[in-house]
């Protein structure tokens, strides 16, 4: 079975390039072979993320401004890992509440992605999220999250979005596909 595989190489110089507000920049010399390669990338702190459905399978999508790729594109929920010391799920949690205004009853992994590995070390955990009920309290948004829209889309649309090319989001895109996968098969026994 085909997996991916950790690989220490001997890091010999690692340099903060830009230290950001979020994220930084590094750039790292590394024993390789039988050289030494200089890599560049974000040093990202991962994130979480939520593919919410309903009782009638319906995925919430919201749309944000994202100013690197100059669009508002659709998303799932989700947010960074910038909290000491609180776990994923935690952080998938918060961010339904904060972006939404919703929490479920019901939650489980779905997958963990490296969005971009030959630039970045950002992991995003995408969890299913179900049994939706509103907080008792909103949240007040700042920034791109002020004029977040959002979009109770069924599953099978989403699906239909994605390989058509209009959403290209790429945490959507394998949290939609991961959860509707999910749901087609059926109930995996136990010890599975």
């Known amino acids: 079975m085909l997996r991916d595989e950790p690989a220490e190489a001997e890091v010999v110089a690692s340099d903060l390039v830009y230290e950001g507000r979020v994220w930084d920049v590094r750039s790292d010399t590394v024993r390789y072979g039988d050289g030494e390669i200089v890599r560049q990338y974000v ?44 776990e994923p799920l935690e952080a998938a949690r918060r961010e339904l509440a904060e972006e939404v205004d919703l929490e479920a009853v019901s939650w489980e992994p779905l997958v963990s992605i490296f969005t971009t590995p ?24 700042e920034d ?30 394998a949290g939609v596909l991961a959860a509707a996968e999910k749901l087609r098969q ?7």
Do not use: K, S
Not at 118 to 141: S, Y
């Open 186 to 192: 059926p109930e995996a026994p136990a010890g599975r």
């Open 144 to 173: 791109e999250e002020a004029d977040i829209r959002t979009e109770w889309l069924p599953l099978a649309d989403a699906v239909d979005g994605i390989l058509a090319g209009r959403l290209r989001n790429g945490i959507l895109i």
């Open 118 to 141: 030959g630039g970045n070390d950002e992991v995003v955990h995408i969890f299913l999220a179900r049994g939706l009920t509103r907080v008792a309290e909103a949240h007040a948004r």
């Open 43 to 86: 040093d990202h702190p991962g994130a979480a993320a939520v593919v919410a459905l309903d009782d009638e399978l319906r995925v919430l999508l919201i749309q944000q401004y994202r100013h690197p790729i100059r669009h508002r594109d659709w998303e799932v929920p989700a947010g960074l890992l910038d909290i000491p010391g609180e």
